[in-house]
């Protein structure tokens, strides 16, 4: 068992008790008092981490081919984020989208036939994340075409029932396409959030009822199969967890339906309890599934609920890692992403307030970038504290590395403890206000710390000290307000 004990300031209160001949002088107050356990028990084995692709690159696609390469190396190289998994949004035309770069171009034309010259953004960054080896490479769909929707729009309105096979012919052809070009689909999400047909206008989306699910689902899954195409199909991307709790056993339990999933998938834009986490991690068992955590953005104000806020510091940082470690240890997901990797909507100049908090922009993004650049030539790259807190996680924790519990960690620290290839990795969030002291004791022996990976609010993923080894004991202090990953072997 590992044991991760906080070692509070209690010097005095120690001696007093082992003058009394209740402890061992040699053990302090606070080991016996506050111990936290990592359990040798396998949990959840973690496919990937990743981000998706939504809207940034049709902005991005007007920027020079340097700037396009330097985004590329920040999301999918080994001295960037290193992302396992990237989410490339198959465009429902923008028909009726009010806001030009969230009106995606799709591959559909009048008579039938692709245009395959659209999407130019899009395009390049799916083939860069190809290129960079990114492990899952995953479509998803806000919207069908609009000549297949109820109202004619890429917004609001259903998929017409009489069109299903259509769309899932088109899905299918858009997967064949690329895979030509070598960026293969390992997964197609068909619909987004299907509770919101985003009627607004200000983005794509589309409503799909829970009775149309399961058929979706079925005639996607049988037309990949009748190509033999061996790509997944995660499903139904609720925006709630309790939403994804109370709608995923009405449609998948459907015959015929289940064999066509691989994933289940929800978002966490209700600020789910551990309970309604707990549940989600129950729904997916229940069907042999595992679940997805799939997009989660623009929380703040000092809590994980959804506000208007923009925040690039380590305080919305922290916020964002309690997240993933809720996601991973709670709900049990197997895998972790964000919603836009980049964003424009910072809410200031950004070359007089890109390091400060405001109300007017939003926390939807990793890095931002002017939204004027095609008007003043800016084309800077501003990276927040969540772009190097999604890092502490993604370029530590791999495709296949294993989730191990962790108990009774002290006040203030989350530790989420991950094992692959004979190595723990430790992702250890301090969100109290002062230096906390830690001892960890893990399973197995002859450990040695390899390398520990630091952000606060005066480090962007700094090399910090080494922890002391002494067998399968290490001991390492954890900054004020700091994420830490722990590398031991």
Not at 146 to 151: G, L, S, V
Not at 275 to 282: G, I, P, Y
Not at 328 to 357: C, I, Q, R, Y
Not at 416 to 422: D, I, T, V
Request: aromatic fraction near 10%; glycine fraction near 10%; charged fraction near 20%.
């Amino acid at each position: 068992m590992a044991r991760i004990r906080a070692r509070a300031l209690l010097a005095g209160g120690a001696a007093a008790i082992a003058l009394a001949g209740l402890i061992s002088p040699s053990v302090s107050a606070a080991e016996e008092i506050s111990a936290a356990h990592v359990s040798d028990r396998r949990s959840q084995a973690i496919d990937n981490i990743g981000a998706s692709g939504a809207w940034w690159v049709n902005d991005l696609g007007n920027f020079s081919p340097r700037a396009r390469a330097e985004v590329a190396r920040l999301l999918f190289g080994s001295d960037g984020l290193d992302l396992s998994a990237y989410r490339y949004n198959i465009g429902g035309g923008g028909t009726g989208v009010t806001t030009p770069e969230r009106a995606p171009q799709d591959f559909l034309e009048d008579d039938g036939s692709y245009d395959w010259s659209k999407d130019p953004g899009g395009r390049a960054f799916l083939k860069y994340a190809a290129r960079y080896g990114v492990e899952d490479l995953i479509a998803f769909v806000n919207s069908a075409p609009a000549e297949w929707k109820t109202n004619g729009k890429s917004c609001g309105g259903h998929l017409d029932a009489v069109h299903e096979k259509d769309f899932a012919r088109y899905i299918a052809d858009v997967t064949d396409h690329f895979a030509r070009r070598g960026a293969r689909f390992d997964y197609i999400s068909p619909f987004n959030e299907p509770t919101n047909s985003f009627d607004g206008c200000g983005q794509e989306g589309m409503l799909v009822d829970v009775g149309q699910r399961d058929d979706i689902v079925r005639t996607l899954g049988a037309e990949l199969d009748a190509r033999g195409r061996r790509t997944g199909i995660i499903a139904d991307e609720s925006s709630s967890t309790d939403g994804f709790n109370s709608e995923v056993p009405q449609w998948l339990s459907q015959p015929g339906t289940s064999r066509y999933v691989d994933k289940l998938a929800h978002h966490t834009y209700n600020n789910p309890s551990d309970a309604s986490r707990t549940q989600v991690a129950e729904t997916a068992r229940s069907f042999g599934k595992e679940s997805w955590s799939t997009e989660i953005c623009c929380f703040g104000g000092g809590g994980t609920g959804w506000k208007q806020e923009y925040d690039p510091t380590i305080d919305n940082a922290l916020l964002m890692s309690r997240i993933m470690h809720k996601d991973f240890t709670v709900a049990h997901d197997s895998a972790f992403h964000w919603w836009v990797a980049l964003s424009n909507m910072m809410g200031v100049d950004p070359e007089t307030g890109a390091s400060a908090k405001n109300d007017q922009g939003w926390n939807d993004g990793l890095i931002y970038y002017d939204p004027t650049y095609a008007a003043n030539g800016n084309q800077k790259l501003y990276l927040t504290k969540r772009y190097y807190a999604l890092g502490q996680y993604s370029r530590f924790v791999r495709p296949g590395a294993v989730l191990h519990e962790v108990t009774g960690a002290p006040s203030g620290v989350e530790v989420s403890a991950f094992k692959r290839k004979g190595r723990w990795t430790l992702v250890v969030n301090n969100h109290n206000a002062t230096a906390s002291e830690l001892t960890l004791t893990l399973p197995g022996s002859g450990l040695a710390a390899k390398k520990a990976v630091r952000t606060s609010a005066t480090e962007n993923w700094a090399a910090a000290g080494l922890p002391s080894v002494d067998g399968n004991r290490v001991t390492a202090s954890l900054p004020a307000r700091s994420i830490t990953t722990y590398v031991i072997g």
